[in-house]
């Protein structure tokens, strides 16, 4: 008999659901709005909806399934299946495995994006032939998943890696958890637009401000990536800050984990040729020698497709560990 697993990933606005076979390939696809403004029964509505689009793709039933993963921002209780708090939907302390698995009978678990996408390049991209690694991904915030002995390292309630909330500057500025100087208010998307427009509104960047129009609450980490490509100094100087704290945050993980791999994923890493040298130059120069002897560095393999290959991989635990 075929096995077949599902892979819901959870974003702000999209729902993205993949039913793949034993191989992690993925069969078909879905994809709705989240909706989120709509509140937390719509949500689950258009969750749901997506799963059963999916199923009726391939004419198959609950039945044929044999879970169902869910890559979703946190903070969350992986254990419990309970979405706890998230910026981008309206809800608290979610039973989100419970409701999904009472909707459409399918066994189902929950794990954060970032370790969610650990587990995926783990098994279906930069990571397969390595037993430890730690991903890390850069996009509007910085997250992490570290794979020990193939395994996910989730800590003892699923806070292990939150890379983006290690201090490297008592000094740096206000992150969004309370504290201040974290690698997230460094080296995220955010921070960089957060520079960025600080730079253009005190007249550092007439590329920048040209590049939104004059507008300086549009000027984000992209218009700062293309003005630093196009020689703007202030923008490349922005990069480099980022890049010195992030070089920062991976001689930390190299020293704490002392893993043969660490894969950079995430949407800013689009720009990776503007800061990835000195990120590296600047965790060697920051790391142990024994730790820093080993350790490879890579680019994330699974592109656009990481939050599904995630979720499938969270669906697919279990048998990937027995069969690695
Ligand atoms: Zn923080």
Request: with cysteine.
């Amino acid at each position: 008999m075929q096995e077949y697993y599902l892979g819901l990933d959870l974003g702000g606005t999209k729902i993205l659901t993949g039913l793949a076979d034993k191989n992690g390939k993925i069969l078909a696809r879905s994809r709705k709005d989240t909706e989120a403004k709509l509140g937390e029964e719509k949500i689950i509505a258009n969750m749901v909806a997506s799963i059963e689009e999916v199923l009726a793709k391939k004419n198959l039933q609950a039945e044929d399934i044999i879970a169902l993963g869910i890559g979703s921002p946190g903070p969350l209780d992986a254990k419990k299946g309970i979405i706890i708090e998230n910026s981008n939907l309206p809800w608290k302390n979610v039973p989100i495995v419970e409701k999904i698995e009472a909707a459409v009978g399918i066994k189902t678990l929950l794990k954060n994006d970032a370790n969610a996408a650990a587990l995926g390049e783990k098994w279906f991209g930069a990571g397969k032939e390595v037993d430890n690694m730690v991903y890390i991904t850069i996009s509007t915030g910085v997250g992490g998943g570290a794979i020990i002995k193939q395994e996910l390292f989730s800590g003892v309630n699923d806070n292990a890696c939150e890379i983006g909330h290690t201090v490297v500057d008592p000094d740096g500025p206000l992150c969004g958890c309370g504290n201040h100087g974290c690698l997230e208010s460094f080296a995220s998307g955010t921070a960089i637009a957060r520079m960025a427009q600080e730079a253009a509104a005190e007249g550092k960047s007439k590329k920048m401000l040209d590049l939104a129009d004059n507008i300086v609450e549009d000027v984000d980490a992209a218009i700062c990536a293309q003005a630093a490509y196009q020689g703007d100094q202030t923008a490349k100087a922005i990069f480099a800050e980022a890049a010195f704290y992030l070089g920062i945050g991976l001689a930390n993980l190299v020293n704490i984990f002392n893993t043969e791999m660490i894969i950079l994923g995430g949407g800013v890493m689009k720009s990776a040729d503007l800061f990835l040298d000195k990120a590296i130059a600047t965790m060697r120069d920051n790391a142990l020698p024994g730790p820093l002897e080993i350790v490879e560095l890579r680019e994330a393999e699974l592109g656009s497709d990481i939050g599904l290959m995630g979720a499938i991989a969270v669906a697919m635990e279990d048998r990937l560990i027995k069969n690695g």
